[in-house]
């Protein structure tokens, strides 16, 4: 079977920690470049994040560092949710695997895509640099399968008002990318909200070797929802969206992301509704099966350890 190419841009973040985790042992996909960006902490730490998180799954792909800020805006972050560090709770092995700083990480996914027959981008930070390969490589737009995002929300937001983080760092990034007409599948903010893991599931994750000793240990630390009551799992759905599809409910819309640097800024308007009368643009996913899902989440892990 022909691995699915992918490339990963990401801003670790302990959920970003597992996704990268479940893209980098699937059998099904082959990640030619991992991207670190600004976003849930500075990039110094994102960038210093992937670094330890390759050491410890002991994987080479290619590591090339992207933005630090967002296009326009000035940069937000989210230490209050995954720590001041991003992956604050595990005592990582020092670093052996490190960033490639011959090039950006625009280039570098230029690079990928035009030696690959076909290539997913998968965006699970601020959308900014993949916004910028689309508008710096326009020829490369017809080999790029799909772009899949964890962003957005169907309603209310988590930054904002109606703010969903990830949008909400660079907005004028994720109209680019929204705008590019590349085909996009989204799984928003209410959608990670329904894809808990269980403490009884974070139990188990300790018996699947030392990665599965990190997840947890991470996980302890994590602030988005709760231990007890059930973590919220956003970026692993991106990765979900790619090897299980059937597990959710998908709707073809129109996604509009507002710039207007007013209340609702970074706002992404999900035309459930039909109510913008535009063509649509992107695949939403508004509903997933959480015991399927948290079913293939164990299952992912048993496999690595």
């Not at 590019?180 to 894809?195: H, N, T, Y």
């Not at 300790?206 to 973590?231: D, H």
Request: charged residues 25%; hydrophobic residues 45%; aromatic residues 8%.
């Amino acid at each position: 079977m022909k691995k699915r190419s992918i490339i990963l841009s990401t801003d670790p973040g302990i959920d970003d920690a597992v996704a990268i985790a479940l893209a980098l042992f699937s059998e099904e996909l082959d990640v030619k470049l991992i991207c670190p960006i600004f976003g849930n902490v500075s990039l110094a730490n994102t960038k210093a994040n992937t670094e330890k998180l390759m050491t410890l799954y002991k994987k080479t792909p290619k590591i090339v560092t992207g933005s630090s800020r967002p296009l326009l805006r000035e940069a937000i972050d989210a230490s209050e949710i995954h720590g001041e560090s991003g992956m604050d709770g595990y005592d990582f092995p020092e670093a052996t695997i490190f960033s490639d700083h011959s090039r950006t990480a625009v280039q570098a996914m230029h690079e990928v895509v035009s030696q690959e027959e076909q290539t997913t981008l998968v965006g699970i930070g601020p959308l900014t640099d993949i916004a910028l390969f689309l508008h710096l490589y326009p020829e490369d737009l017809a080999k790029i399968d799909q772009i899949v995002v964890m962003g957005g929300s169907l309603g209310r937001g988590n930054y904002g008002v109606l703010s969903e983080f990830n949008f909400a760092a660079d907005p004028e990034a994720a109209k680019m990318v929204f705008d590019s007409g590349v085909p996009i599948q989204v799984a928003p903010l209410e959608v990670g909200d329904q894809a808990k893991i269980m403490p009884e599931v974070t139990e188990k994750l300790r018996g699947f070797g030392e990665i599965g000793e990190m997840i947890y240990q991470l996980f302890t630390k994590y602030r988005s929802g709760s231990f007890e009551a059930g973590l919220n799992m956003y970026d692993a759905l991106a990765i979900a969206l790619i090897l299980k599809p059937e597990m959710f409910e998908l709707v073809s819309t129109r996604v509009e992301i507002e710039t207007t640097a007013a209340l609702t800024y970074g706002a992404s308007l999900i035309d459930l509704n039909n109510y913008l009368e535009l063509p649509a643009n992107a695949e939403v996913a508004i509903n997933v099966d959480a015991e399927k899902f948290e079913q293939w989440f164990v299952e992912s892990f048993a496999k690595i350890k």
